[in-house]
């Protein structure tokens, strides 16, 4: 229970992050489509996943998807929220499912390759169903964006969040372990 405790604090810690870089880091990475703003909101979520398992990294994903929709994406609403839900979701749960077998730095890397492959798969028919279906954009719009626009995007998100991962993932999972996460991992 104790464990149980220290686990959800951290994931709270972490959730918090993850809105505050959301919140203050946004940039538009494609000029053609400065309506795709990079944050590294996905960061926190991704050492979640490293850290807890990717029950871990999803909990922070949903988190951060409803402060999102009710916040700098109300725009979208919950039509947005369920689209990083599922592509952030995508991401950190391969990814933690990959690292939680392969528990090292080539792991890792892997680990991030394949979900930030995963995650820009995804987000070509999330983009074809909820774009067209919910935010009245024509088919053929979506579609003469999914190549040059929506998975360059998608990849270069990825990559830089991938990035940052690596970058802060031993000194952010050093500040995050406690004594009884080793005995709560394994039962994983």
Partial sequence: ???????????????????????MVRFPLIPA????????GDVPALIAAFLFGPGGGLFVTLIVSIVQALTVSAASGWIGA????????TMVV???I????????????MALIIGSLCMTTVMIPLNLFFT??????????????????????NL??????????????KPVGSLMRFE?????????
Avoid at 3 to 17: F, G, I, Q, T, Y
Avoid at 181 to 186: D, G, I, L, T, Y
Wanted: charged share 15%; glycine share 4%; no cysteine.
């Fill in 1 to 23: 229970m104790k464990d149980e405790v220290k686990k959800l604090s951290r994931l709270a810690v972490l959730s918090a992050l993850s809105i505050v870089l959301m919140f």
């Fill in 82 to 89: 369920i689209m990083h839900f599922v592509a952030t979701g």
């Fill in 156 to 169: 270069l998100k990825a990559a830089l969040n991938s990035f940052l991962t690596v970058l802060v993932y």
């Fill in 132 to 153: 067209t279906k919910f935010m009245n954009v024509p088919v053929e719009a979506v579609r003469s964006m999914i190549f040059p626009i929506i998975v360059p995007f």
């Fill in 94 to 96: 391969v990814a933690g």
């Fill in 33 to 40: 489509a400065p309506f795709l703003e990079y944050e590294p």
């Fill in 98 to 109: 990959i690292y939680k077998r392969f528990h090292n730095f080539n792991g890792a890397i």
């Fill in 180 to 188: 009884g996460h080793q005995v709560a991992s394994e039962k994983r």
